[in-house]
């Protein structure tokens, strides 16, 4: 059974970090392109980043650019997303994607930025 599992989202000042992970099982992470979305209150789900399984180029949304990275451990078949500089806007349901032949999502997690 394929499972993808975030980890890592909670409450977090405005001008701090967190770092999200997705952690795959019953699949080999490596062999897929990883993308994580967000979905803020009441708004659609949005691309966030997303790094290729060939190669691991990465390509951002344009309110991410210069304060998220993400990275990938094919060893742990792990994704991460580093956050950094978080605003109020950036609070959402941060959501993993696995895609190969098919699409596979993670559960979801929540990340609050507030003072």
């Known amino acids: 059974q394929i499972q993808l599992v975030e980890s890592g989202g909670g409450l977090v000042q405005p001008g701090g970090s967190l770092r999200l992970s997705c952690t795959a099982s019953?699949?080999?992470?490596?062999?897929?392109?990883m993308s994580w979305y967000r979905q803020p209150p009441g708004k659609e789900r949005d691309f966030v980043a997303r790094?290729?399984?060939?190669?691991?180029?990465?390509n951002y949304a344009d309110s991410v650019k210069g304060r998220f990275t993400i990275s990938r451990d094919n060893a742990k078949n792990t994704v991460y997303l580093h956050m950094n500089s978080l605003k109020p806007e950036d609070t959402a349901v941060y959501y993993c994607?696995?895609?190969?032949?098919?699409?596979?999502w993670g559960q979801g997690i929540q990340v609050t930025v507030s003072s």
């Open positions: 019953g699949m080999t992470l490596g062999t897929y392109d």
């Open positions: 994607q696995a895609r190969g032949s098919y699409f596979f």
């Open positions: 790094i290729l399984s060939a190669g691991g180029s990465t």
